[in-house]
Each structure stands twice: as C-alpha cells, then as structure tokens.
C-alpha cells in the first residue's frame, strides 16, 4: 500500500476525520504537514491552531513520578504538567506515510528557581515512539512558552496502518547535576489509518475481498460448485472411511502440518522478510486455517485419495476452531501484537456443512440412483477444472489493484508458503509410509489452506486499520496457491499425455 497523496497535499490545518464521528467531537493539536516545505519555529507557531480529531473510547490512567517540591503553577499532588491538547483524550487518529506535528504542552516550572525568586523554563520533553513501523519521531523543538504553559512542537512520520504508543518524558535542567525526570506519561497513542485513496483499502471497504460473497462470478459457479460436491460424494469409498478410524496416520499428519508447523514458517519467514507486526500476524493466522480451497479438487485432478482428502478438510476445519486462537495468541506475543482473535464458529459452522450435505447427498445418490451416478462421475473432472479456472479469475479480478500496489516482500513471501506445505506435507506422509494416493492427498491438504476463512478472522478480530492490512496476507498466500497448483495440474496432465500413462485412480 502506498500513502496517500491527498493527505500530504493538505494544510497544517486539515486532518483525516472519522466515518461514524464528526468534526467537532474533540479539539486538540495535532497536524498533517506537507512533504514539500519546512515549516520554522514561528510559522508553527504562528498555525497553532486546535483541530478535529477523533478521540478513541478507551482511556488509560498514566505513570506518574512523585514530586516532592510544590510547583507555582500546579498541584503537583493531583495535576499532570504534560498533556497533548485539553488532555482529554489519549488516542488520536492519522493518515498513512504522511509528516506531521505534535504540539505538547507542559504547566512545570521549577520549585529551586522559584525559591531563588526568578521564573525558570529549564526543562525538555523527550518523546519515543513504541513502534516505530507505524510512527517515528523526527524531531523535537522548543517553541517558547505563552503565559504559564511552554510548548514543544514534535515532528512525526507515519508509516504502516497500526497503533503507536508514546513515551513522554518531562526533565528538568535547572538542577546542579544530571536531568531530573518530572513525569512520564505512557497514555497517549496515535492510530495510523490507510489513506482514502489507498487500493488495497477501496478493494475491502467498496465489495472487494470481504464482499466477495457478492461477486456475480461466485453465483455463476454455485451451481456447479453443489452439483460437484455430490459428484464427489459418489467418489466417497465406505470401506477407507473405517480404515481411517482405525488408522487416522493421514489425519493426524495433516493436523500437525497445518497447525504447527505451517504457522512456525511463517512466523520464520516473516521475521527474515521483516514485516510489519500486523502483516506478519496475518501472514500466521493465514497459515493457521484448515485445508480448503479445494483441496479435494486437486487430489482427483492428481490422483489422489478423494475420500481422504475430504475427510482431512473436515476434521482440519473442526480443529481449526481451537488451533487458530492458541496461534495466534502464542505468535502475537512473539511479534510483540496483543489482540483478540474472534473465531467466526458461524462461519466455520457453514464451511462444514457446505461440504457435509452435498457429499452426503452424492453418497446416497451412489447408493440408490446408480444411473445418476454415473453422469455425476462423468461430469466430476470437467466441472472440478472449470471451478478452479473460475476461482482464479475470480481471485485476480478482486485484486488486481492489489496486485499493482502490494509490497514485494508479502509477494515473495506469499508465493512460498503454499510450496513449502506441499513439500512438508509429502515428506511427512513419505516418512510415515503411506501410499502413493495418500502421500499427495496430505501434501495438497497440508499446501492449500482456507485463506478465505483466514480473511474472515482478521475482519472479525483487528481494527479496520490492522485488518485491512494484515488482510493482504490470505489474499496474496490464496492467489499463490490456486496459481500454483493449476500449474501443477496441467503440468502432470501434459506429463501423462507425453508418457502415454493410463489415467491415475482417485478413488483408492
């Protein structure tokens, strides 16, 4: 994502409000700059003016370090000398990839000067940005004092989308020996939201990635996506159901390699790609989803086992409602993000029965209507090519602005994870013993997961900000995926054509 212009063309005077508040729900300084020209210390003066902003609801109580001395100005027993505006507010929201000012206030006065009988303003303020990807601090001026009050003016720079909180430090010079520290404020935090003009934010805020339900492509292929799924439930073989429940090798192969070791590659491979902290988390809550994507489509195209295939999609979705929390929880605070993942049991609810009643519906068809059986089985590989070909077009038709204007590190990275789970996948199930058939059933399992349902995690659980953000990360690994693996496909179909092999059995 690319800041947006339209923000940096602005005045000091004009800030990014809210969508759901108004312009004159709260007053206080803070300005978007230019890029383009330096404002000194008496034009900033001059422009210190108190502006709209949006307050966040939530509200923290400050650190604060006693003072022995009573100040001249304040109480130093229930006042705070430090305060951004009013002081009303502790959370305030800015623009993407745009230089700005914050102007801080500060009431201290010295108790020793004031006991010599003089003024004295010999005091700083440090200010330290905790995360530095979404704000960093430029600079600090003093810009004088005006009546009992002395401001700074900090220069910032805005990054990522996220949340920053600041350190505020107040020290007092007038002392024989080193600084003294006065206060410390740890309260206000500064909210860096994707610019209007953003694409990735127009593709998921107007009907892009998190409307995709209304997309006219997806209600074209609903029909074929029922009629498939019954087909496939006449590939179901009784007799491998029971073997699994005797043997659940494969099943549990697939539920370590999509839950614990998928997750630890991309927490890896985020780390040495340096992401950002929210893309990075998306990039592990995305390899934290159950297999899906039609995978199962895959293994009939490939030869794979079918009726493993669905069962692993099944059981991986149902584990997938405790797994993705504890992943996300154990890699957030190793990524140094705290939020609340909210699992959409709705969703995965859905997703199990999209699969469930079709497939049992195309079991009883192959038990009572052999005809009908028939037709579906024919008609199974055509259709299954024809979905993925639609899901493809689908994908890019969503996010081509995406495609134009996401960073190269989450496309290299995106483009990896679908072929490291291929290849974790069939080196496990080569190592456990397991048949051919099966052994690229669990590769394709552990290699395509549900990134939709990943996408769906991160709407639910992040701000706007963060979760529009942290979304390129399904929609990238996604594309990557379906790409990758009709490459696969037509790759083994012309290697059979060319060695003139007899068509693979999918129903082992």
Not at 180 to 188: A, G, K, P, S
Not at 204 to 218: A, C, D, K, R
Not at 287 to 301: D, E, K, T, V
Not at 412 to 434: E, I, Q, R
Request: proline residues 5%; contains cysteine.
């Amino acid at each position: 994502m690319t800041g947006s212009q339209s923000f940096t063309e602005a005045s000091l005077t004009e800030i990014a409000l809210s969508r759901k508040q108004t312009a004159a729900e709260l007053r206080c300084s803070l300005f978007p700059l230019t890029g383009e020209t330096k404002k000194t210390e008496d034009e900033a003066r001059l422009r210190f003016v108190e502006t709209d902003i949006v307050p966040s609801s939530r509200q923290r109580r400050s650190r604060e370090r006693p003072v022995n001395q009573t100040n001249l100005t304040a109480d130093s027993s229930s006042s705070k000398y430090i305060r951004i505006g009013d002081g009303s507010s502790q959370e305030f929201e800015f623009p993407e990839n745009t230089n700005g000012v914050i102007v801080i206030s500060s009431q201290y006065r010295s108790a020793a000067a004031s006991r010599k009988g003089r003024q004295s303003w010999k005091q700083t303020v440090t200010v330290r940005s905790m995360d530095p990807e979404v704000l960093s601090i430029l600079n600090v001026t003093d810009s004088g004092h005006t009546g009992l009050a002395k401001s700074y003016i900090i220069s910032i720079r805005s990054g990522f989308p996220g949340t920053a909180q600041l350190q505020i430090q107040l020290l007092d010079l007038d002392q024989d020996s080193v600084p003294v520290l006065i206060e410390e404020r740890t309260d206000y935090s500064i909210r860096v939201a994707p610019g209007n003009d953003d694409p990735a934010t127009r593709l998921i805020q107007s009907g892009g990635l998190s409307h995709f339900s209304e997309n006219p492509v997806l209600f074209a292929l609903l029909p074929l996506i029922f009629v498939n799924k019954c087909a496939f439930g006449c590939k179901v073989e009784v007799e491998v159901l029971r073997g699994l429940l005797k043997s659940p090798v494969p099943l549990l192969l697939g539920v370590v390699g999509q839950f614990l070791l998928m997750p630890l590659y991309a927490y890896c491979v985020s780390q040495l790609a340096s992401l950002p902290k929210a893309l990075s988390l998306g990039l592990v809550i995305t390899c934290s989803a159950p297999g899906g994507g039609g995978g199962y489509l895959y293994s009939l195209l490939l030869g794979g086992d079918v009726t493993l295939a669905i069962s692993m999609t099944l059981v991986s979705t149902v584990v997938a409602a405790a797994a993705m929390p504890l992943s996300s929880a154990l890699y957030g605070r190793l990524l140094g993000v705290h939020a609340a993942l909210h699992v959409p049991f709705v969703k995965i609810l859905g997703t199990l029965l999209f699969i469930a009643i079709p497939i049992s519906l195309g079991m009883l068809v192959k038990l009572r209507l052999p005809a009908l059986t028939r037709v579906l089985l024919a008609l199974i590989r055509p259709f299954s090519f024809v979905l993925i070909v639609g899901g493809i077009f689908m994908a890019y038709q969503m996010g081509a602005s995406i495609l134009a204007n996401v960073r190269p590190q989450i496309v290299a990275v995106g483009v990896t994870v679908p072929l490291l789970g291929l290849v974790v996948g069939a080196v496990m199930a080569k190592v456990s013993g397991l048949a051919p058939p099966q052994r690229k059933t669990v590769s394709i399992e552990v290699g395509v997961q549900n990134s939709l349902l990943a996408l769906a995690v991160m709407q639910l659980s992040f701000r706007r900000a963060e979760a529009d953000f942290a979304s390129q990360a399904p929609f990238i690994v996604a594309l990557s995926s379906t790409s990758e693996m009709l490459l696969i496909v037509l790759g083994y179909f012309a290697q059979r054509r060319l060695c003139g092999s007899a068509a693979p059995r999918s129903d082992a």
